[in-house]
């Protein structure tokens, strides 16, 4: 079954230090990997994604993530934090069994502290 | 161009009630997803239209049903309304299943 897991509820990291949120996944196939931002009061925003090719990604806001095909990881990371980079950070996966369906995990929470 | 956009933004309903939520897809776009989030967890995929046809479908029971009309706009339609069902509904518009853009959802709530 396809799955998705974020083991963190919650990160905690000061401004300017590097961030890393965990996402591990488990599919058939080959994976298309995404990573989607929720600020307070706005809508789910797309960050960035793995479709195939280099396994490091770079997306919006200074975001990238890390493809690991053996580790079945995608973690999402930040040179520097910022205090605005605060939010809820859901990893997703698109499976194609039976139809395509998108898997979210459970989500985590960024806390930046200046 | 125009965002995702989804009416009403909150609807309140009673146990047994059937409802329609709306949505209309960013321009361009050819494919609708539909999901159900419930407070403090991850959005869950209830289904998806791709060219006005369900392509995939969520772990949702047959209650939960939906439309994609010619110009990509997409209705949910839940049946037999339960408690449980009290959510954030999100639609999100892509490019045959690529990236998607998410409106800012329908707030249900069952009493």
């Known amino acids: 079954a396809q799955s998705v897991a974020q083991p963190e509820d919650q990160v905690n990291v000061a401004e300017g230090n590097p961030l890393t949120v965990k996402c591990t996944y488990s599919?058939?196939?080959?994976?298309?990997l995404f990573w989607y931002v929720q600020y307070p009061n706005r809508g789910l925003q797309f960050l960035l994604k793995y479709i195939t090719g280099d396994n490091l990604v770079k997306g919006s806001y200074g975001f990238e993530a890390e493809f690991n095909k053996s580790q079945t990881s995608f973690h999402l990371k930040k040179p520097s934090a910022l205090v605005s980079d605060s939010a809820l950070y859901f990893c997703a996966v698109r499976a194609h069994t039976g139809g395509f369906k998108t898997i979210f995990g459970a989500g985590t929470r960024l806390f930046v502290k200046a | 161009e125009t965002g995702v956009t989804q009416s009403p933004t909150h609807l309140i309903k009673t146990r047994g009630q059937q409802v329609t939520l709306r949505c209309s897809s960013q321009?361009?776009?050819?494919?609708v997803s539909w999901y159900q989030q419930a407070l403090g967890q991850g959005p869950q995929f209830i289904f998806q239209y791709y060219r006005e046809e369900e392509n995939g479908r969520g772990n949702f029971p047959p209650r939960f049903s939906g439309l994609q009309f010619p110009n990509y706009s997409s209705e949910l339609n839940v049946n037999a309304l339960e408690l449980d069902d009290s959510a954030l509904y999100l639609c999100?518009?892509?490019?045959?299943?690529?990236?998607?853009?998410f409106g800012p959802g329908t707030r249900l709530t069952v009493t």
């Open positions: 999100a518009s892509s490019l045959a299943g690529d990236e998607q853009y």
């Open positions: 599919v058939s196939g080959n994976p298309y």
């Open positions: 321009s361009g776009h050819n494919t």
